[in-house]
């Protein structure tokens, strides 16, 4: 269904009256994806007259078509409601007539984008998403208007990777013929993947190859034949751990899993017109390696302090300066995961008064249990050669550079290793990189602080 016999539909559901110029192009643009910043950017409106706009004619659609309709659905009910009318003007007419009217009205193209075609199997409900719209507006435009062959969101644990992924292929969806939502969080083996996604993008039910390497063809021709976006969650369940080694980077993989690396590298560099989208702790070294015009990382920070304050308004009534907001924000480097165990301490303990926990903040550390436990996988992951580099830079207690860790650290391990150690413990979301500096996020700090603290209680005991 194009935007234009979408128009026609709601013109009779509307009983032809007609949607003002904003309000049909605020319809227009939504309809191919785009959000209200590239509404508002591209048609030289404000962004919040645009949003505004945009909630409008949601009610008004809403009340129009009997449902309740969004950005997100508004293709869905529209179907919906478009079938109904044909079901109704129809109930007398054979089947083949059925058929034809349905082609006559643009069914086959509308049959591409029908819910069959898309199979979410273990997806998360993301009702509740805040903000984002700058990292949707950046994913949007690698993989619609760039064309991206695969893309990996990257963050530390609690960032909001997998909700983001789920929000951007359902906004995605009028672009995409197929769209396969899978978690990876078990670690399935390649051949058992390669074959459920095969069979739910094309008609081969059977004769598969018998190798990885042969279901990897398989694939990218499927992906050649048909426009399709395959999302992988957890994609750091397939990669290894540094524990127990003196020296080992992020981004490599568990054994027995090593084949995904050629999946990886195969999507990237083959030509079709489909895209791999992943969720991962750690950025696969592949991704890394073939990062550029058809391979791209985005690296995934926290919430600003207006998306933070809506998950506090989940639950319940806050007090606080705009001080005191953007102080607790960025101490849990604006975690959604983390700030949802803060609002829940602030109002248990606070009463909704956010300037006591930070006086108690000021003063002391306080990681929540749900972040440890995150914080404890990917600390447990890592060499003895990172733990030493991140130790070193927690020390410092602010920005670092090479040349600091060279003065420190250079007599026993050499400048590349430094180097690629650093840009290991990036990928791994726990250091920053801005330029030639490398810092922490405060909860990171604080986290390998308390680490320290008691590694130098246990060894007082021992001694």
């Not at 409008?56 to 809403?62: A, C, T």
């Not at 058929?99 to 049959?111: M, P």
């Not at 805040?130 to 530390?156: H, N, P, S």
């Not at 914080?375 to 830079?393: A, G, M, N, T």
Request: proline content about 2%; aromatic content about 8%.
């Amino acid at each position: 269904m194009t935007v234009d016999e979408a128009l026609e539909i709601l013109e009779i559901a509307l009983e032809h009256r007609s949607l003002s110029h904003v309000y049909e192009l605020v319809f227009r643009r939504s309809w191919q994806g785009q959000t209200y910043n590239d509404i508002a950017r591209e048609a030289g409106y404000d962004y919040d007259y645009i949003k505004e706009v945009g909630s409008k004619l949601w009610n008004y659609l809403s009340e129009a078509l009997g449902e309740r309709v969004n950005k997100k659905n508004v293709q869905l009910v529209l179907r919906r409601y478009h079938k109904h009318q044909q079901e109704e003007q129809a109930v007398n007419i054979e089947t083949a007539t059925l058929k034809n009217v349905n082609d006559d009205n643009g069914g086959d193209r509308f049959d591409e984008l029908s819910l069959p075609n898309q199979d979410w199997r273990g997806a998360p409900d993301v009702s509740r998403f805040y903000g984002r719209t700058d990292e949707l507006v950046k994913l949007e435009r690698w993989i619609i208007q760039d064309f991206c062959r695969i893309v990996a969101i990257v963050g530390m644990g609690g960032i909001g990777k997998t909700a983001l992924s789920v929000t951007l292929a359902e906004e995605l969806q009028i672009g995409f013929q197929y769209i396969v939502w899978r978690s990876l969080r078990n670690a399935p083996p390649l051949m058992d993947l390669l074959i459920d996604i095969i069979h739910h993008i094309s008609d081969r039910q059977g004769n598969l190859p018998d190798t990885p390497y042969g279901c990897i063809s398989t694939l990218i021709e499927c992906l050649g034949k048909h426009r399709c976006l395959v999302v992988l969650d957890h994609a750091d369940a397939l990669l290894s751990s540094g524990t127990g080694r003196e020296y080992r980077q992020a981004g490599e993989y568990i054994e027995g899993r090593e084949n995904y690396a050629e999946l990886f590298r195969a999507i990237a560099e083959a030509q079709h017109q489909s895209c791999l989208l992943i969720t991962s702790r750690e950025q696969p070294r592949e991704i890394a390696l073939q990062e550029g015009a058809r391979a791209r990382s985005l690296f995934l920070g926290g919430l600003q302090v207006t998306e933070a304050q809506r998950i506090f308004a989940e639950k319940g009534e806050f007090e606080g300066t705009e001080q005191d907001w953007q102080f607790l924000v960025a101490r849990y480097a604006g975690n959604p995961l983390a700030l949802k165990a803060v609002a829940l301490a602030v109002k248990e303990f606070f009463g909704g008064d956010i300037a006591q926990l930070n006086a108690l903040l000021a003063e002391d550390r306080w990681i929540f249990s749900d972040i440890r436990k995150l914080l404890d996988q990917q600390f447990d992951r890592l060499s003895e050669l990172e733990k030493k580099v991140i130790y070193w830079v927690t020390l410092q207690e602010g920005e670092v550079t090479l040349a600091d860790l060279k003065t420190e650290l250079a007599p026993v391990d050499s400048t590349q290793r430094l180097l690629e150690t650093l840009d290991s413990l990036r990928r791994r979301s726990l250091i920053d990189k801005n330029g030639a500096v490398f810092s922490q996020q405060p909860i990171v700090r604080e986290y390998i602080e308390e680490k320290m603290n008691q590694q130098s209680l246990e060894a007082a005991d021992r001694g």
